[in-house]
């Protein structure tokens, strides 16, 4: 057991260990396997990139979500329309990490066909990272996005005093040759809500600009940001104004309700009914693949070349650290806070299945 200069106690895990128990307990709430896979991935690979945030901590959450019904465990999606690029499906409270995989798995396929493929899901329940399904994208050769609504009100407009949408975060990612692929994943927030709790556990200060306290005043009180639940938008308007595009793109289009009309994760057994649109280009509708990451390349290097401000620093891309980190961890083993780990043995003799051994 290690400890972290942020206080945590933490215990090194191999990544296939993990991923494998992680499979194990959602299976042992009834998911099928491949949905139990692919509910798992979504949260081990988070740890990978260092984002604990959506990590583990997370799918302990959705465990109790899908335990309660919340998520339900079969994942049912209706296809209400599927016509030429596009599809709407209805995921009937199913699994968010499931039907936002399926839906880009259908987009590729679309994009494969028309050059681009656009599925919008409605009814569905958080995807927690959106990267992740971006990447799936850019793993086959193509430029992905993604915008999800999200459940819990969290956004006054800009001045406003009271919260009315959710964070409503948008990843685009990109494959690019020698750098891996470029993955932007960014909520509408300045920060998201997990990283307020973390400062409230940690007992320290969050920035000025994250989020007002419930008098509609800037607080950098973590503990009062959590009671007004207000997260400011960052850069103001352009923000909100995001966020509402990815409303309109998302439940407005898909026939679902506008982000910020639930609760959040939780209680765990309320669906969260959050809708997301998954769009996939085909690059080889436009260029050959090579000749694409050869561009790709060339636009990297030309942002990586900037000369710092502060000598020694490195200047990076989006996604250049969390996908570095990923690489490292797989071979090195991934530090899980050891708190997370007891959780996960207490679902594991909640669920009647072997405990994590560390």
């Known amino acids: 057991m290690t400890r972290t200069s942020d206080g945590d106690h933490r215990i090194v895990l191999g990544a296939d260990?993990?991923?494998?128990?992680?499979?194990?307990?959602?299976?042992?709430?009834?998911?099928?396997?491949?949905?139990?896979?692919?509910?798992?991935?979504?949260?081990?690979?988070?740890?990978?990139?260092?984002?604990?945030?959506?990590?583990?901590?997370?799918?302990?959450?959705?465990?109790?979500?899908?335990?309660?019904?919340?998520?339900?465990?079969?994942?049912?999606?209706?296809?209400?329309?599927?016509?030429?690029?596009?599809?709407?499906?209805?995921?009937?409270?199913?699994?968010?990490?499931?039907?936002?995989?399926?839906?880009?798995?259908?987009?590729?396929?679309?994009?494969?066909?028309?050059?681009?493929?656009?599925?919008?899901?409605?009814?569905?329940?958080?995807?927690?990272?959106?990267?992740?399904?971006?990447?799936?994208?850019?793993?086959?050769?193509?430029?992905?996005?993604?915008?999800?609504?999200?459940?819990?009100?969290?956004?006054?407009?800009?001045?406003?005093?009271?919260?009315?949408?959710?964070?409503?975060?948008?990843?685009?990612?990109?494959?690019?040759?020698?750098?891996?692929?470029?993955?932007?994943?960014?909520?509408?927030?300045?920060?998201?809500?997990?990283?307020i709790h973390r400062a409230r556990d940690l007992g320290v200060p969050i920035p000025q600009g994250w989020a007002l306290d419930l008098e509609g005043r800037e607080t950098t009180d973590p503990a009062e940001a959590l009671k007004s639940m207000s997260l400011l938008p960052f850069g103001g308007y352009k923000a909100f104004g995001i966020a509402m595009v990815n409303d309109i793109v998302t439940s407005i289009l898909g026939g679902g309700v506008v982000s910020g009309s639930g609760t959040g994760f939780q209680p765990y057994d309320t669906p969260m009914r959050v809708c997301f649109t998954l769009q996939a280009i085909d690059v080889t509708a436009f260029q050959p693949l090579d000749e694409f990451e050869r561009r790709m390349e060339a636009f990297l290097d030309r942002v990586k070349a900037t000369e710092p401000i502060a000598p020694g620093d490195r200047i990076v891309f989006p996604g250049e650290r969390a996908l570095g980190e990923m690489a490292r961890r797989s071979a090195a083993g991934v530090p899980v806070v050891a708190a997370t780990i007891d959780g996960m043995r207490t679902w594991a003799e909640r669920l009647g299945v072997p405990a994590l051994q560390a």
């Open 17 to 195: 260990a993990l991923r494998r128990h992680c499979v194990v307990l959602v299976e042992a709430l009834g998911v099928a396997p491949s949905d139990a896979a692919a509910t798992a991935e979504v949260f081990v690979q988070a740890e990978l990139m260092g984002e604990e945030s959506h990590g583990l901590r997370l799918f302990l959450q959705i465990l109790g979500r899908i335990a309660a019904g919340g998520d339900r465990a079969a994942t049912d999606i209706t296809v209400i329309r599927d016509r030429g690029a596009i599809a709407l499906w209805d995921a009937n409270d199913g699994i968010g990490q499931v039907a936002a995989a399926r839906a880009m798995a259908r987009a590729i396929e679309k994009a494969r066909e028309h050059g681009l493929g656009l599925v919008t899901v409605r009814n569905g329940n958080s995807l927690t990272t959106a990267k992740h399904y971006a990447l799936q994208a850019a793993r086959a050769g193509m430029v992905g996005f993604v915008y999800t609504t999200a459940s819990r009100r969290v956004m006054p407009p800009p001045g406003g005093r009271t919260p009315v949408l959710g964070n409503n975060p948008v990843a685009v990612a990109a494959p690019a040759g020698r750098h891996g692929c470029f993955a932007l994943d960014m909520a509408c927030t300045a920060a998201a809500v997990e990283r």
